[in-house]
């Protein structure tokens, strides 16, 4: 198994990097394709849980929240749709069409669970990932998403191989028997390593907005909101009966399996460098 994901890690992790580092349209059409195959597995897990969510709507609606964050797309969008209301647009447009979309519907009990768990899959995966593109969109973007990805990486890394190796007092039980306090603890230090390793003289260099101890800080908010968002996705997975979310990335499972750190930490990265450093 340890094998598999290494080898998996060797072939993606340069495409990924080449994604971000080459900007748009690539990374945009990148993160598309991930936010597919995400929202994809998100209806099946709702699937196994007996719910019929409507995928065919929930997978347009993921795509035209990842698109609208594109630089380029709202361009050509705000001489006619002010960017303050787009977003308010798609949520609005959305609850209403799918709602309308029910009244034809064949099976009418559960009709409301199906369409909360389509909206879900929306909010979860497109809404949320579109982050990541905003903050590639900024200033200094790309190293912006390096240090988000390298960050959370390093702490999944920390806390996969220290908890194996000394973990003993479980961390949520209930929710991921595998995992522990120390290879939480692991983790956060794992991530603020990578974060400090941004203040050196290296391409992607974040010296310029940070200092140390705010280089700890995002490290720890990556971290934690990581291990949250992995908490999430377990929960989601244990809820609906399966250990992963697909098998697309042998050694890793699915594509949410490899997103869910990402989705919450991105957002963390997204508001510091506004409210922060901007």
């Keep these: 198994m340890l094998k598999t994901r290494v080898i998996t890690a060797i072939w993606s992790i340069p495409l990924v990097g080449a994604a971000i580092w080459f900007g748009e349209p690539y990374f945009t059409i990148f993160i598309a394709i991930c936010s597919l195959l995400a929202v994809i597995e998100f209806y099946r897990l709702t699937s196994a849980m007996k719910a019929v969510p409507l995928t065919v709507f929930g997978i347009i609606w993921t795509l035209l929240f990842i698109f609208s964050r594109n ?3 709202q361009s050509l969008i705000e001489p006619h749709i002010g960017l303050d ?3 308010p647009l798609l949520i609005t447009s959305g609850v209403v069409i799918s ?14 669970a199906d369409w909360a768990w389509t909206f879900a ?10 982050y990541i593109i905003a903050l590639r969109g900024l200033d200094h973007g790309r190293n912006w998403v390096f240090l988000v990805l390298f960050a959370t990486f390093g702490s999944d890394i920390a806390a996969f191989f220290i908890g194996r190796a000394i973990g003993k007092h479980k961390l949520a039980p209930g ?3 595998g995992k522990t306090w120390e290879g939480a603890i692991s983790g956060l230090l794992g991530a603020v390593i990578v974060s400090l390793l941004f203040l050196l003289p290296t391409p992607v260099q974040l010296s310029a907005y940070l200092n140390w101890w ?7 908010l990556v971290s ?11 929960l989601l997975k244990r809820n609906a009966g399966v250990k992963d979310s697909g098998n697309l990335m042998p050694g890793h499972g699915g594509i949410l399996d490899r997103m869910d750190s990402v989705l919450f930490a991105v957002i963390m990265v997204y508001y510091w460098v506004i409210w922060a450093i901007r």
């Design 99 to 112: 709602l309308i979309t029910l009244l034809p519907r064949k099976q009418k009990q559960g009709a409301f």
């Design 121 to 130: 899959g929306i909010l979860y995966i497109g809404w949320l990932l579109s």
């Design 175 to 177: 929710i991921s028997p």
């Design 214 to 220: 705010q280089a700890v800080i995002i490290g720890l």
């Design 224 to 234: 934690v909101f990581g291990q949250l968002g992995d908490l999430i996705e377990s």
């Design 85 to 87: 209301l787009l977003f």
């Design 71 to 73: 630089p380029k797309l």
